[in-house]
Structure formats: structure tokens, C-alpha cells
């Protein structure tokens, strides 16, 4: 069974450039979402999509949007790059809710602003 | 307001002995507590995870405790070896939020041979 899919792994930008960060979760897997890790910190919740429709957002500014396919692939999007926006940015999927909430986590893009 | 909290940034271990890593949490709300283990380059993994209606869950070499009075949970491993050596975050979800997993900073575990 494949595993998360995340593209690109590695990435290079300037500030005000966009960015979209593209996430293929495990067949089945209905749930996606999406989180920034920065050195030193935990991951932090960016949204989560399921079936296609935005269920929660973290407290990032609208400049990070995301949206989910039919077949549960998912994107996420940076406009106006700023230099805090390099991160490592985890996309999770996961199967269904009322659970333990397990997440499968991808290898994640690395992003560079500069 | 960071609602779960690893106050270790590191913590470093005999190989063969015990690692214990803690956690805190403020939200009495949270249904399931979860430890994701870390290595670089890659996504984080998950590792072991218990209700909020149980005190203790075991797999292996890895034990999780609760302690709900105290807003408390620790993961046990025992014995520790090098390969166990990875970040380890706790993380924290609930069912009426479902989707939305809330994570600590992470604890570097260091096992020494």
C-alpha cells in the first residue's frame, strides 16, 4: 500500500512569489491535512479537508489556502512568500474521524524563501 | 496559548535503560493522546496512542501513561536502543474536532550505545 505522496520535496523561492505544495494521501483515505514545522517548533495545524470540504483551519493568515479533490488528492497554496513561510510543510491523511485521529504523514516539502 | 507542552527539548540515554518522555496539556476536551517518533528527512510516524478513558496502554517496548487529574501523559521505553534515537512529539486530538490534531514542540531522544 503507497504511502503518503508529497511534491516537490524540495523547493526555492523569493518573497512575494506563490508557492503550491501538491499531497496524494493513502488510497482510501478520505481526510487529509496539512501542517508547518519550523526549526525548534511542533507541528503547527494549518487545515484539514475531507470529502472535498475545508472541516478546520489553524491561525495562519489567508495568504495559505488549500483545497481537496475528488479523489482526495489535496493542494496547498502560499501567495506573497514571506521569509517565516520557509518550513517544512507535512501533509497527513488519514481514514476516518471519531477515532484516535492516527495520521499518516508524507515526507513533506521543504520550502526556501529568499 | 499552547495547549500541549514537551518542556524537554532533548533528552539523551544509556542504551538498555529506560526513556521517558513527558507531556503536558491544558484542554480537559481532548479525547486521544498520540506519540508521532521523528527521524530527519523524513515524515513523522506514528508510534502509540491511548484514550482519554484509559491510564496506561502498552505495545512492546513503548508505554504510555495518563494522568487526566494532572493533565499528564509520559511515554516509557524500555529498554532503549540506539535506533529509537528521533524527535518524539506528543500530540493530542479530540472527536468533536475531528481532523485536527494539536502538537507539542518535540523532545530529541539521544540513545547512546
Known amino acids: 500500500k503507497a504511502g503518503v505522496t508529497q511534491t516537490p520535496r524540495y523547493l526555492i523561492k523569493t518573497r512575494g512569489q506563490q508557492v503550491t505544495l501538491s499531497c496524494s494521501p493513502i488510497s482510501g483515505h478520505r481526510s487529509v491535512s496539512w501542517y508547518q514545522q519550523t526549526p525548534g517548533q511542533g507541528l503547527q495545524f494549518l487545515f484539514e479537508?475531507?470529502?472535498?470540504?475545508?472541516?478546520n483551519k489553524g491561525n495562519f493568515p489567508g495568504r495559505f489556502s488549500g483545497r481537496q479533490f475528488s479523489n482526495s488528492r489535496s493542494e496547498m497554496n502560499v501567495s506573497t512568500l514571506e521569509l517565516g513561510d520557509s518550513a517544512l510543510y507535512l501533509c497527513?491523511?488519514?481514514?476516518?474521524?471519531?477515532?484516535?485521529?492516527?495520521?499518516?504523514f508524507g515526507e513533506g516539502s521543504r520550502l526556501t524563501v529568499l | 496559548d499552547q495547549q500541549v507542552k514537551q518542556n524537554s527539548p532533548s533528552l539523551s540515554v544509556q542504551e538498555g535503560r529506560i526513556s521517558i518522555l513527558n507531556c503536558d496539556y491544558t484542554n480537559s476536551m481532548f479525547d486521544y493522546f498520540l506519540w508521532y517518533k521523528k527521524y530527519p528527512a523524513e515524515g513523522p510516524t506514528f508510534l502509540i496512542s491511548?484514550?482519554?478513558?484509559?491510564d496506561k496502554n502498552e505495545d512492546g517496548r513503548f508505554t504510555v501513561f495518563l494522568n487526566k487529574s494532572a493533565k499528564h501523559l509520559s511515554l516509557h521505553i524500555v529498554p532503549s536502543q540506539p535506533g529509537d534515537s528521533a524527535v518524539y512529539f506528543c500530540a493530542a486530538s479530540s472527536n468533536t474536532n475531528a481532523g485536527k490534531s494539536t502538537f507539542g514542540d518535540g523532545t530529541t531522544l539521544t540513545v547512546k550505545p
Open positions: 497527513a491523511s488519514s481514514f476516518r474521524t471519531g477515532d484516535s485521529g492516527e495520521l499518516f
Open positions: 479537508y475531507f470529502s472535498e470540504t475545508q472541516r
Open positions: 491511548i484514550s482519554s478513558i484509559k
